[in-house]
């Protein structure tokens, strides 16, 4: 059974651009969380998913969105990028709210 | 107050030896904990879920008290592959939340 993937592996853009980051979720898995790791730091969360819709947010500014495709399928949007967005990306998924979390490898966003 | 804290460490200790970790929570309404292990720039990985009893897998235990809001693991004979961060990671389900400490590192040397 696959894990869970995540789109690119690296990613390098300028300040002011934006990325998007993808994600896939275990098969069966609807509910999808993205958090932010910058380097030496702990995980920060950033944002979830469950069925379609986002249930919740951590402290990020607006230019940090995403959505959750029907296939339960997510895609995490920066915009307006700056420096501090440097970190590794992780989605996670799980299958009900009180069940353990399966990440990804992650995503390395660069910003120059 | 921190969601979650954990000790900071880093713990250094030799193979063989037992080594514990700590790990505070501020909401009592958290209903759902777990261990994670981090290696160096991957992806965390499930080590255990914690359960009111506690709980043992080979040679880890975790351990829940609710009453003083903390959750424990102890690594018994460690092993150089037990390297790594470890995360404790508080889940509350009716926000659907999962809360990560900062991790504490362990290196385990020869």
């Known amino acids: 059974e696959a894990g869970v993937t995540q789109s690119p592996t690296h990613l390098i853009k300028t300040r002011g651009q934006q990325a998007t980051l993808r994600c896939s979720p275990i098969?069966?898995?609807?509910?999808v969380y993205w958090y932010q790791q910058a380097l030496g730091l702990g995980l920060q969360f950033l944002l979830w998913?469950?069925?379609?819709?986002?249930?919740n947010r951590g402290n990020f500014p607006p230019r940090f969105s995403g959505r959750q495709f029907p296939n339960y399928s997510s895609e995490l949007n920066v915009n307006a990028l700056e420096l501090e967005d440097s970190a590794l990306y992780l989605c996670?998924?799980?299958?009900?709210?009180?069940?353990?979390?399966?990440f990804g490898q992650g995503t390395r966003l660069t910003v120059v | 107050r921190k969601e979650v804290e954990q000790d900071p460490g880093p713990f250094n200790v030799p193979e063989g030896a037992t080594v514990a970790f700590n790990c505070t929570y501020s909401?009592?309404?958290?209903?759902?904990f777990f261990w994670y292990r981090q290696d160096c720039r991957k992806e965390p990985k499930l080590l255990m879920s914690?359960?009111?009893s506690g709980n043992e897998d080979g040679r880890f235990t975790a351990q829940l008290n609710r009453a003083s809001q903390y959750i424990s693991l102890l690594i018994r004979d460690s092993k150089l592959s037990d390297s790594a961060t470890y995360l404790c990671?508080?889940?509350?389900?009716?926000?659907?939340?999962?809360?990560f400490g900062q991790g504490t590192i362990l290196t385990v040397h020869p």
């Open positions: 996670a998924s799980r299958y009900q709210v009180d069940t353990e979390a399966f």
């Open positions: 098969s069966g898995h609807t509910s």
């Open positions: 998913y469950d069925e379609g819709e986002e249930r």
């Open positions: 909401n009592s309404a958290s209903q759902s």
């Open positions: 914690v359960y009111s």
């Open positions: 990671v508080v889940n509350l389900a009716s926000y659907g939340k999962l809360t």
